[in-house]
């Protein structure tokens, strides 16, 4: 008999979610396998259990599984100790069931069209419904200033763009160019000459569900006043922008962001390759980029490189788009990971993807404990409370 | 160089310049004048400064077919005209839809058109040099598919088609690809995600898609073994775009590795498939070695081939 609070538990249509494939071994252990995690579920229940699964397809309610569980089940003679809304509960927890209309109680139809497979797969690591809807919202609400609309900033605007990020400052002081058809992610010939905020903004309202919008064409220099730059109500800060040189332009906006609580990505540029995984600055919780400044030199003193002799090889970088495309992903992954529930740890450390065989080359970095900028993060928090 | 003679200098440069750590003055300057001067600086890390401009010519001469414009056939396709390549055949039968837009590189304004025509808008926008023959049609079967390439002739195929499956879709660029010895490329859609990175195969020197089955079935998971599958139709399977940034990504970079036609940058996914852990953010790899029972080797191949030509 369900009752109570199990009344409205009872009246909902449950079906196996699309993203958990199920198999059956011979004894009777059933092995739920999330594709896009690859994480796995293993539970030893009843045969007639195992029938069940089958009825998950939506189109009747538990209360109404329930009452043809228990006619198999006395048709079948079986004392069957196992409870089937107890089973359903606990699968339903787990997320392997959802409501057949759950996105749409979430979202407009619009969004929900667009965004449906996403959602499937936000339930893979939120493993709720609600949680992968307030993951998705906090998407949408999430205000990001991005510094440098350029090899790598530009794909990963596209790919923030594509999963839902409507609401962004795009700062870029330089006009789009010729060469920039190698290597940037929204380039049109039709638009060489224009600035790069401009045609990011434009980018923007095309594909955006509702998009809110600053274009700034003004260089993030080392006197720049941040605030005054991007505004105060930015929600996430990514830097890309590797003139005068990202390590400057990094500590610049980490000291800012630390200072104000909000996370940074830095993005691309370092050494001027395109295939960095990128670094998160979350303050009080990761390494600031003093502490990474601080982490190199201590490293690599006594290491001495020579110094080059072509003065200015800017030109002399080589890059692929392929790697910029690479770049931009695992940045938007950390941010995806970032805003998760259960994302796991903020990484801290730095990494690489290395061409030649694809491996990934990465190391962790602490927290410095003297670093001038974060080090006392608890009196910094306590000034801006 | 304090004592050297002046041919052991020449040698030491003749060393440096065939490992690629320098370059004629003229060989910059030229590179520095062309707008994929980020490419070729690139493939000077890899081609003396003699032959890097041919080298490029390669990949820019290249025809390649990408078998569904899908969300990884999409970047992918964008990837490689932003590198340089300027001839496209691209073959998809679906036309643009809102819900292909948190993945795909499509437009907002191209909701309703050909995802072939939508892509060729797209490369267009990125050059007008690019070629791109549009075929807007679904291949069904095995022989369909052969007539088209027979008839588009491409240099490499790209395999992003998961209809009916992609398991069905590469056996069928196999068979072609074999018989003709085109190089292809399988990116995404394995296992119904889209986090892994496929094979590629260039027929008679890599394993081909049926020796990566015998090897793939003899390490088949063993808790699975003996199992059977949950039968679920109609499935609508979870997606993230940076996923698909980074199959795609890598799936262009093994078309630059064949495109330019050089023992000095070579496949890396030859006998072998990937995975990234969204998780972890790790890359794995599954070894997927020749298997002599398939019969592709270089010998297999060239009778194929022969026949084929007879």
Known sequence: MICGDDDQFGSLRLWLRDGVDVYISPDDVVHFVFLSTRKRLRLKVTPLLIECLEWLDGSASVMELDARYKAQASRLDSKHPSSFVDFIQYLYGKGILVRKDWMHNAFCPEQVERYSRQLNFFLDIEESEAAATALLKRIMNCRIALIGIGAVGSWILRELVQIGFQRFILVDPKTLKPADRTRNAIFDHLLIGEPKALVAERFVHSQALEPETRAIQSPLDIDTNVEELIGADTDLIINTADEPYIGATSIKLSRYCVEKGLPLLVAGGFDAHLASLSEIIVPGQTPCSDCYAMHFEETLRGWKPISHPIVDRRRGFGGLPSLSAFAASAAVLKIVRLLSENGGDVEQGRGEFLFDQYSIDSFKVERNPECPTCGDFERLQARAD | ?310
């Open chain 2, 1 to 310: 160089m304090h004592g050297a003679s002046v041919s052991l200098v020449s040698h030491l440069m003749e060393v440096l310049h065939e490992r690629c750590a320098v370059e004629p003055r003229a060989v910059r300057d030229a590179v520095d004048a062309t707008e994929h001067y980020r490419v070729l600086n690139f493939l000077g890390d890899y081609f003396p400064a003699a032959e890097l401009f041919a080298a490029f010519e390669r990949l820019r001469s290249t025809r390649v077919a990408i078998l569904g414009c899908g969300a990884v056939g999409s970047w992918t396709a964008v990837q490689l005209a932003h590198s340089g390549l300027e001839n496209f055949i691209v073959i998809d039968g679906d036309q643009v839809e809102e819900s292909n837009l948190n993945r795909s590189i499509f437009l907002h304004e191209d909701i309703g058109q050909p995802k072939v025509k939508a892509i060729s808008s797209a490369l267009h926008r990125i050059s007008q040099r690019v070629r791109v023959r549009r075929v807007n049609e679904n291949v069904c079967d095995a022989d369909g598919l052969r007539a088209l390439l027979s008839e588009a002739r491409p240099d490499v195929i790209v395999n992003c088609a998961d209809e009916p499956s992609v398991d069905l879709t590469s056996e069928w660029i196999n068979e072609y690809c074999q018989d003709r010895r085109v190089p292809y490329v399988i990116a995404g859609g394995y296992n119904l995600h889209l986090s892994l990175i496929g094979m590629t195969v260039s027929p008679g020197v890599s394993a081909c898609i049926n020796c990566s089955r015998i090897t793939l079935d003899e390490l088949e998971d063993e808790s699975l073994q003996g199992v059977r599958r949950l039968w679920r139709p109609k499935r609508n399977l979870g997606s993230l775009s940076p996923l698909t940034g980074i199959t795609s990504s890598l799936a262009a970079s093994e078309v630059l590795r064949l495109a330019v036609k050089s023992d000095r940058l070579r496949p890396a996914m030859w006998n072998r498939r990937g995975e990234f852990n969204f998780l972890t953010n790790e890359l794995s790899f599954v070894d997927l070695p020749p298997r002599p029972e398939c019969g592709c080797t270089a010998e297999d191949v060239r009778d194929r081939v022969s026949n084929n030509s007879q």
